[in-house]
């Protein structure tokens, strides 16, 4: 048996078994955040770009602007833009996190400084 950092009952000799479950838990955390309307990743993300917009279109026109219906249907238009692209990360990238060919270094391997890392746990 290969122990990948001293010997059992280290939890280094789980590693591979538990990995699996750690990138479940990212996977179903990260897909929760985005969420439209409640996630906390889409929450910060729209209101952020809102507040942005809002500012800039204040300094440098006036405060009617703001509430331009043309202008909201834009801003509501650039929301709708950046649901679908976080809806196309989710499906892509967060649905194949660790499962790619070049993610092989960041998820298969145990460099020695997580490894220590890992060891500091009864």
């Known amino acids: 048996m290969d122990y990948i950092c ?3 009952p280290s939890i280094c000799h789980y590693l591979d078994h ?4 750690i990138v479940g838990r ?3 955390q990260l897909k929760e955040h985005t969420i439209p309307g409640r996630g906390l990743l889409f929450h ?3 209101e ?3 507040e942005s917009i809002q500012k800039v279109l204040i300094e440098n026109g006036n405060s009617r602007i703001p509430r331009d219906p043309s202008v909201m249907a834009y801003v509501n238009d650039l929301l709708s833009k950046a ?4 809806d196309s990360w989710v499906s ?4 194949e996190l660790c499962d790619r060919p070049e993610q092989e270094d960041a998820c298969n391997s145990w460099d020695d400084e997580i490894i220590d890392e890992i060891l500091k746990w009864p």
Request: glycine content about 4%; proline content about 4%.
């Open 6 to 8: 001293g010997n059992p």
């Open 18 to 21: 538990i990995k699996q479950r």
């Open 26 to 28: 990212i996977q179903r």
């Open 44 to 46: 910060l993300l729209s």
């Open 48 to 50: 952020s770009a809102k």
């Open 83 to 86: 649901i679908i692209s976080m």
């Open 92 to 95: 892509n990238d967060v649905q």
